[in-house]
């Protein structure tokens, strides 16, 4: 696992230059012209009068080596007073600005980034935690206020070096060539301290992610841990990425740590041996009193900007580990591919046909296998069937949520590669096995589907099921409270907002991946009525768990294997004796009032026979 090992890269990750990312970050910048000129301008003005600063210094000195008069120390006393008050205001400006700037192309960055996340296809959702693509977006995010920071500062600095240079150069030239000859030894260690610092950044930034990924599936599963008593559990899965975290941001501490230190010490070297070489040319009579301080100065304020430009490396290293990860989840690829963008019919039909279709899921796994189906408009659809038969995949391909792998999939007669998928998906209505509700009211999430429902459309669906009688059962009907992801709500009841977030949707197509959980009569009522609703209007591919829902529908498709084995309404798959009529004594029998009738019965025959032995 080495040093730096332990957290693997995501699939959609990339490695890019450090040009490059600096080069595509710019562009960001290009939005903001205006005050990154005024900026610019702010830095130079800095850097220059930082480096007049020991310039007035060195003359004050001269002063009073040559006893000049008291004016003209005071002149230069009152000079370094405007230059220092001058330059904290230019500083304060620069700073003020950047702050701006910062915020504002954090704020784009984390816009594209979102931006990306949602238009990212199920399948990337399926292969990649949505923890760690939230901690792309927020704490990575966070790193590039460093790097801008860091860059007006490192442009600055680097002014800073180049004026300095020319001023040592022009007051001695000797020990300046001296200097500059040391410098390859700090550049080779920067370059070398750069590399390890890039690898720990990175790895100190997926480490984040990993604990933030922890946390959110940590804190959405708590009714389940707690049900299940597994607090002590969780906590320790959660100490475990903490202290993963905990080691890899150790080894980080210790490789940026070590930058300043080591630069320093080499520095020192240097240093002490320019001040005893100029300390030999003063004694000689070489150079004078003033122009060794203005070196000894100069010498100083030099070497602080190189110490900051390679110990700001390991700074920019992080921030250029945290866009890299940025760019790579907005430059990663969906899988579903359009041949074209066509706008869906105004009026869409919701005839679907499949010729020949082939699906394989990213392990390879195929699931559909030349697989043959027309729909006809308006017609539901039931599809039944073990596990694993293709029946979620099949209202997933409709749905355009994931890429099949060869045959063609037609809606009302149109490849459905070339529709626009936007436009495509507003005509379609989706309801999951789990439903999710967003936090808001019952009213906030029906009306999610339309926004532009009035209130009175969204009051006349919602009393258009059982006349409203399923809202008396909450404290403020329409506008009650579903708490997070609906947690307020019963499963049924979520799964009735649901179907009628599809009714004010009126889509051309609908698809119901039925919930599995059992539910109470009453609610099975509502919901088998807004279904007959949904039914009538729409072409309706339905994943039924519940028998009502079967036999409601037009033609049941039996599946297996990802093939059509059977189909047919329930009475002539029954007369059959096949694999359906096994499905049902499996799976639907229970549920038929015939069985609970006969089971009522039996219980009550134990009953009696019980009490006549007594």
């Known amino acids: 696992m080495g040093i730096f090992g332990g957290l693997q890269a995501e699939q959609y990750d990339r490695q890019y230059t450090d040009g490059y990312l600096l080069r ?14 005024i900026i610019s ?31 003209t120390v005071w002149f230069i006393l009152g000079a370094l007073f405007a230059v220092g008050v001058i330059d904290y205001g230019i500083y304060w400006v620069r700073r003020r600005m950047t702050a701006r700037v910062v915020a504002e192309v954090v704020s784009d960055l984390r816009k594209d980034a979102f931006a990306a996340a949602i238009e990212r296809d199920l399948s990337f959702y399926d292969e990649n935690k949505s923890g760690k693509i939230v901690s792309r977006i927020t704490s990575d995010t966070q790193e590039l206020t460093n790097v801008l920071v860091i860059g007006t500062d490192l442009i600055s600095q680097v002014l800073d070096f180049l004026i300095l240079f020319v001023v040592l150069l022009t007051r001695e030239w000797r020990l300046t060539l001296i200097l500059a000859g040391a410098m390859p030894i700090v550049f080779g260690l920067t370059i070398l301290l750069r590399h390890f610092a890039r690898i720990v950044t990175r790895q100190g930034t997926r480490a984040m992610a990993a604990v933030n990924d922890n946390i959110q599936e940590s804190v959405s599963g708590i009714s389940v841990a707690k049900n299940y008593r597994q607090e002590a559990g969780i906590y320790h899965d959660f100490t475990k990425v903490n202290t993963q975290s905990y080691t890899i941001n150790i080894r980080r501490g210790f490789v940026l740590a070590t930058v300043f230190p080591t630069l320093n010490a080499v520095s020192g070297f240097i ?103 027309h729909i006809q408009p308006g017609e539901s659809i039931a599809f039944v069937g073990h596990t694993g038969a293709g029946k979620s995949t099949i209202a997933k391909a409709v749905a355009r949520f994931y890429e099949f792998q060869g045959g063609q999939l037609y809606i009302d007669g149109q490849d459905i590669r070339t529709f626009d998928l936007p436009s495509y998906r507003s005509k379609l209505g989706i309801v999951p096995q789990q439903p999710f509700l967003f936090s808001g009211t019952i009213r906030d999430n029906i009306r999610y589907a339309r926004p532009a429902a009035t209130d009175a459309e969204i009051e006349a669906i919602a009393n258009s099921v059982g006349n409203g009688e399923w809202l008396e059962t909450l404290p403020d009907g329409l506008d009650s409270d579903v708490g997070e992801r609906g947690a307020r709500l019963s499963m049924g009841q979520r799964q009735l907002v649901s179907l009628l977030r599809v009714l004010v949707q009126k889509p051309a197509i609908f698809i119901l991946d039925e919930a599995t959980a059992s539910i109470d009569p009453f609610t099975e009522t509502q919901i088998q009525e807004a279904l007959d609703l949904i039914l009538k209007r729409s072409t309706s591919i339905l994943i039924a768990h519940r028998l009502s829902t079967v036999r409601s529908a037009d033609r049941i498709i039996v599946l297996k294997n990802g093939g059509i084995i059977e189909q047919g309404s329930h009475e002539e798959l029954m007369q059959g004796h096949g694999h359906y009529a096994e499905l049902y004594n499996t799976y639907f029998r229970h549920q038929s009032l015939d069985y609970v009738e006969n089971a009522r019965k039996y219980a009550e025959t134990q009953e009696m026979e019980r009490a006549g032995s007594v």
């Open 271 to 373: 240093i002490g041996a320019l001040l005893y070489i100029g300390g030999t040319y003063v004694i000689a009579g070489v150079i004078g009193a003033g122009a060794w301080y203005l070196f000894i100065q100069g010498v100083d304020r030099f070497w602080f900007p190189v110490i900051n430009l390679s110990g700001f490396w390991s700074q920019l290293q992080a921030g250029l580990s945290a866009i890299e990860r940025i760019f790579a989840l907005v430059d990663a690829e969906n899988t579903i591919k359009q041949t074209a963008n066509l706008p869906a019919p105004e009026t869409m039909h919701g005839e679907i046909k499949f010729e020949n279709v082939v699906f394989e899921y990213s392990n390879g796994e195929r699931v559909l296998d030349n697989f043959n189906l």
């Open 24 to 37: 595509r970050l710019g562009d960001y910048l290009a939005k903001h012209r205006r005050r990154v000129l």
């Open 41 to 71: 301008v702010m830095v130079i003005l800095y850097a220059v009068l930082g480096s007049v600063i020991p310039v007035v210094i060195a003359a004050g000195v001269d002063a009073l080596s040559t006893q000049a008069p008291d004016s």
